[in-house]
């Protein structure tokens, strides 16, 4: 069932840089996508909806593409407090919010 | 805003001992879900939950079981606990009309010795 695969980093970057994170999911059936973030030692946070036209939310711009069953997070103008691991999410219709959680891709901006 | 909140931040048990995990959620959400997290593992789901004296078995269910008595509260048991159930273990819910986004509590970082 777990089939929600992200490149598990770390992405160690400068303030200021861009950064793309990736995602594959196998279920073609899968119909929500999230991207969630997790703080050291804390609770995963919802960060953004992804949908299939495309979404933005100031710095963060997310996209999926159905056919490639491909999810991507981009991050412009990198700030300190980004530092954080990033978790690709998808849900299938009928699951109940059963949602499925990649591993997190672990990013680390730097001074 | 939603709230979820866990009984404990840390808890320390000994091989063995029965532990009760508690969940309450203040926004009358349907479901709940329990999981646990471990590196290099992600979140692992254990039970769920999508209504009153409702569970279904998660992925790894083995070792655990939970209680829905009332709408608000979500309990995770360890009947016996052992060390490899050592982990940080996240409660979550969701409204269940429409919705996927599932709001986490704070978690609980269990040591069993």
């Known amino acids: 069932r777990k089939e929600v695969e992200q490149d598990p980093g770390p992405f160690n970057v400068p303030e200021g840089a861009t950064v793309a994170f990736n995602c594959t999911y196998s279920?073609?059936?899968?119909?929500?996508f999230f991207w969630y973030r997790q703080d050291c030692r804390k609770e995963p946070k919802l960060l953004m909806s992804?949908?299939?036209s495309g979404n933005e939310d100031g710095r963060f711009t997310a996209q999926l593409n159905r056919a490639s069953q491909y999810i991507s997070l981009l991050i412009r103008d990198s700030k300190l407090s980004d530092s954080a691991t990033y978790l690709c999410?998808?849900?299938?219709?009928?699951?109940?919010?059963?949602?499925?959680f990649g591993k997190g891709t672990k990013l680390s901006v730097k001074p | 805003d939603v709230k979820v909140t866990q009984s404990s931040r840390y808890l320390v048990k000994r091989t063995g001992e029965k532990v009760f995990l508690e969940c309450v959620q203040d926004?009358?959400?349907?479901?709940m879900f329990w999981y646990r997290q471990d590196p290099g593992l992600g979140l692992r789901l254990i039970y769920f939950?999508?209504?009153?004296?409702?569970?279904e078995k998660g992925d790894i269910p083995e070792g655990y079981s939970v209680s829905r008595e009332k709408k608000e509260r979500f309990s995770l048991i360890l009947e016996s606990a052992s060390t490899n159930q050592t982990s940080m273990y996240l409660c979550?819910?969701?409204?269940?009309?429409?919705?996927?986004?599932?709001?986490f509590g704070p978690g609980t970082r269990l040591t069993v010795l």
């Open positions: 999410v998808v849900n299938m219709a009928g699951s109940q919010g059963n949602l499925i």
């Open positions: 279920n073609s059936a899968s119909q929500s």
């Open positions: 992804v949908y299939s």
């Open positions: 926004m009358d959400h349907e479901n």
């Open positions: 939950s999508y209504d009153v004296k409702m569970k």
């Open positions: 979550a819910s969701l409204t269940g009309l429409g919705t996927d986004t599932q709001y």
